[in-house]
């Protein structure tokens, strides 16, 4: 099993920007894919970003342009650079390693606050 720490989090005003890390026990290079998700209170998790292990990447519509999913090999580091943030965004924003055999590994979250 694969640790993962999130990092990054906090209060910001709307229109802000957070960068979230999010920090691997182990080598990110053989994971299949790698993700951020979120779950506002009362709301099911759902999918920000991923990134694969070529490096593709995918956004959820709503932060598209604004949201970069990105990695760092060498650090076994993913990161999630967020701008122009949201109220409606407010959520804890959880980290996910896919293994090559498509097993998940899940961060214990970190909390965004978006609010003035």
């Known amino acids: 099993q694969v640790q993962l720490v999130e990092s990054g989090g906090g209060l910001v005003q709307p229109g802000g920007s957070l960068r979230l890390s999010c920090a691997a026990s182990?080598?990110?290079?053989?994971?299949?894919?790698m993700g951020w998700y979120r779950q506002a209170p009362g709301k099911q998790r759902e999918l920000v970003a991923t990134?694969?292990?070529?490096?593709?990447?995918s956004y959820a519509d709503s932060v598209k342009g604004r949201f970069t999913i990105s990695r760092d090999n060498a650090k076994n580091t993913v990161y999630l650079q967020m701008n122009s943030l949201k109220p409606e965004e407010t959520a804890v924003y959880y980290c996910?390693?896919?293994?090559?055999?498509?097993?998940?590994?899940w961060g214990q979250g970190t909390q965004v606050t978006v609010s003035s």
């Open positions: 182990e080598s990110i290079r053989s994971a299949n894919a």
């Open positions: 990134i694969t292990k070529g490096g593709g990447t």
């Open positions: 996910l390693y896919q293994s090559s055999s498509c097993h998940n590994d």
